[in-house]
């Protein structure tokens, strides 16, 4: 996985690197879905063998997460979504925004996917975060949704390519 460097932190200091499916709940649960406990953030496709988890450590702290599984966009049946995956779970702690740790999760998710084959990787992303995915290549289909509890969000996607990996 890809190690961080940044103003002021060595690259001892932070890392992005394979997880396991639980170690990834606290942080859904904290940023994602508080109303919910940790135990219940079992999303589909967690366990399957060619899931990847990520997480970002600061300091040895768990302060993001991030998944990918392979899933068709809804709507689509498995048939046709062939190299189809879904990033799922991004979540990052508040006060670790914006130092270049989600996106090198979410670059290590898009290696994931270029190396097993994949051709695209979509998500439901929320509204405020859609300039994030669109400076990482991401762009959004159709129009605003909201997901009760959660609120408005965009399903955006990006091709993958060989240079991905």
């Known amino acids: ?21 639980e170690e990834t709940r606290l942080l859904r649960h904290k940023v994602l879905r508080p109303h919910q406990a940790p135990e219940e953030l079992v ?6 063998r060619d899931s990847l988890h990520v997480g970002a450590f600061v300091g040895g702290a768990l302060v993001g997460v991030a998944s990918v599984v392979r899933r068709p966009m809804a709507g689509e049946s ?3 979504a062939e190299g189809v995956w879904q990033l799922r ?3 990052t702690l508040p006060g670790f925004r914006g130092r270049g740790l989600g996106a090198a999760m979410l670059r290590a998710c898009i290696g994931h996917v270029a190396r097993s084959g994949g051709s695209t990787i979509w998500c ?3 509204t405020p975060a859609v300039d994030f995915y669109r400076k990482l290549g991401f762009e959004t289909r159709g129009s605003e949704f909201e997901i009760p509890v959660s609120g408005p969000h965009f399903v955006m996607l990006r091709a993958v390519s060989a240079e991905d990996r």
């Open 1 to 21: 996985m890809e190690e961080m460097a940044g103003p002021g932190t060595s690259t001892r200091d932070r890392e992005v690197r394979a997880i396991s499916a």
């Open 43 to 48: 999303y589909p496709g967690d366990t399957e």
């Open 78 to 80: 498995a048939e046709s």
């Open 89 to 91: 779970g991004m979540a």
């Open 124 to 126: 439901n992303a929320r």
